[in-house]
Nanobody
């Protein structure tokens, strides 16, 4: 069974930083793309960032470019999202995703984690 486990969410003031982590198991995503999505109340789930299996290719949404950094450590079966200069509009549940159909970028039907909430206060 494919399992993704997020951690690191919480409450932070605007301008602050958080680091989200996503653990996977048995190296199942070592050769595949992974990413972070987020879903605010009443809104659809949107891509935040995606990373290729080797970390060489990354994609960011326009709203987080220059503030967020996605990375991964396949040796530890981990993926991360460093979030700096946080804004109230970054408030959402953040989901880890892994795509067993692609090594480059996360597609439309990845495997999901359970989500971790991030709240940015103004």
């Amino acid at each position: 069974q494919v399992q993704l486990v997020e951690s690191g969410g919480g409450l932070v003031q605007a301008g602050g930083s958080l680091r989200l982590s996503c653990a996977y198991f048995d190296g199942v995503f070592d050769s595949y793309a992974m990413g972070w999505f987020r879903q605010a109340p009443g809104k659809q789930r949107d891509l935040v960032a995606s990373i290729s299996w080797d970390g060489d290719y990354t994609i960011y949404s326009d709203s987080v470019k220059g503030r967020f950094t996605i990375s991964r450590d396949n040796a530890k079966y981990m993926m991360y999202l460093q979030m700096n200069s946080l804004k109230p509009e970054d408030t959402a549940v953040y989901y880890c995703a892994g795509d067993l159909q692609s090594g480059v970028a996360v597609g439309a039907r990845p495997h999901w984690g359970q989500g971790t909430p991030v709240t940015v206060s103004s």
